[in-house]
């Protein structure tokens, strides 16, 4: 008898749930959404999940960031129902929409996740000495320099390869060039523009922690060219 009264627990629950999940309705779900900003949630829900990053201050984003904002609850719903969660970085005005599963997380190489750790670096520097309100601006030889440091070497990466890793970086949003010209590692004084993204990408809460990730780097040599999370 227990087990009778267990079963039917157990069809009326899957019966409310296969009603719950034939009653949900797209329409519905963004019912508080103007209709000409309803048929651009399905692009900015790709848009999120494809660039990672959306920015308040850059052109191209602004819109789509607004909507965003403003309908905060309703898209950190329809992530959440792909598994991602959708954050907000108050102070840079920054979404990132992070994968809760390991399925759909960008695996870096080694000298690229050792770029992400220089740019960080180098932005927590900037920010502390000069107590910028703005996005900091480095050199290509600041960047070059604190590499070697970190390193002990610039591990024997060409011009090509050098270039490669940093349009890579520009790609993902955690820096651009300034008034728009092309990355020229030869030009040790070119400035680049660290965006507060690269505080998303590398979420360290201290500088100590930022070198204690350098001190387990140098502590293995150096020699693993496996990917990183």
């Known amino acids: 008898m227990i087990l009778e009264n267990e079963t039917r627990i157990t069809c009326s629950c899957a019966t409310l749930i296969t009603e ?17 900003s309803r048929r651009d949630v399905p692009r900015i829900v790709n848009r999120l999940l494809g660039q990672t990053f959306l920015y308040q201050d850059v052109d191209a984003d602004k819109d789509d960031y607004y909507i965003v904002h403003r ?18 970085d108050d102070y840079h005005r920054i979404f990132q929409a992070v994968s809760d599963f390991s399925y759909c997380r960008a695996r870096y190489k080694l000298d690229e996740s050792l770029m992400i750790v220089v740019l960080r670096k180098l932005y ?7 107590s910028l309100a703005n996005d900091p601006v480095v050199t290509i030889g600041e960047v070059r320099e604190e590499y070697r440091t970190i390193t002990g070497k610039e591990r024997d990466l060409g011009i090509i390869q050098y270039e490669t ?53 140098r502590a293995g040599g150096g020699e693993s060219e496996g990917d990183d999370e």
Do not use: C
């Open 71 to 88: 309908y905060r609850a309703i898209f950190a719903g329809l992530l959440e129902l792909a598994g991602f969660s959708l954050l907000h």
């Open 165 to 217: 890793l940093l349009r890579r970086l520009r790609t993902i949003g955690l820096i651009e060039t300034i008034d728009g010209r092309s990355i020229d590692v030869r030009d040790a004084e070119a400035r680049l523009r660290l965006r507060g993204s690269v505080k998303l990408i590398l979420p360290i809460q201290s500088v100590d922690e930022l070198d204690a990730w350098v001190r387990k780097y």
């Open 124 to 130: 927590e520097e900037k920010i502390e000495h000069l």
């Open 20 to 36: 719950t999940i034939m009653s949900f309705n797209f329409e519905n779900l963004l019912s508080d959404i103007p209709e000409k």
